[in-house]
């Protein structure tokens, strides 16, 4: 709950457009677990596909799509799992959240 009102207070011009775009394209990939081409999900977004590309390039850097051996296209890339996870586990004392910490692995 204290996510939706958090979400209500947040204003157009607040939101970054290469963020919003970036988990998009992480919205349209999981919804094709078979892989999407770069290509395909440009048409998808309606976006160019260089930027297409880029987009792709850095969530894959990051371990959020990956491109399966022997298979065409995108998929969703480990980290999604560790996302997953940690929602599931809820924030923990033992756990606590290193805001510091660089955010490239």
Known sequence: MARASQASRIQPTDLVGSVRRAL?????????????TP????????????????????????GYVARPEGGRGYVLGDQVSVLSRSLRQGPSPTRPIDLEAPCSR
């Open 24 to 36: 998009r394209v992480l919205e349209i990939v999981a919804s094709h677990p078979e892989g999407l």
């Open 39 to 62: 290509k395909a999900v440009a048409r998808r977004m309606g976006m160019a596909l260089s930027t297409t590309y880029n987009l792709l390039n850095t969530l894959a850097a990051e």
